[in-house]
């Protein structure tokens, strides 16, 4: 059964940095993208960022902050969260669609705070 493993959320104060990764416990075949989703308490989750291909998209709150990259060969993928703030703060969940599956991580929880 696939994992997805999520690291690098934490602690960190207004303007920091951090950076998510996730790995697939083994090997995943015909990936269609793969994508970070953000949720906090009393809202929907939503998609962060998404990348397929070469191509990549994010939603407007982060860009130009975040960047998200993948090797699907690897089944990994990462998001660069630069200058971050407080509406930053959530439950980050790493998710890789295929032609025939969603797969979902754990989550990973980014607080921003001072």
């Known amino acids: 059964q696939v994992q997805l493993v999520e690291s690098g959320g934490g602690l960190v104060q207004p303007g920091g940095s951090l950076r998510l990764s996730c790995l697939a416990s083994t090997r995943i075949f015909s990936i269609y993208a793969m994508g970070w989703y953000r949720q906090v308490p009393g809202k929907e989750r939503e998609l962060v960022a998404r990348i397929r291909r070469s191509t990549t998209n994010y939603a407007d709150s982060v860009k130009g902050r975040f960047t998200i990259s993948g090797d699907n060969a690897k089944n990994t993928v990462y998001l660069q969260m630069n200058s971050l703030n407080v509406e930053d703060t959530g439950v980050y969940y790493c998710?890789?669609?295929?032609?025939?599956?969603?797969?979902w991580g754990q989550g990973t929880q980014v607080t921003v705070s001072s």
């Open positions: 998710n890789i669609v295929t032609t025939r599956e969603a797969y």
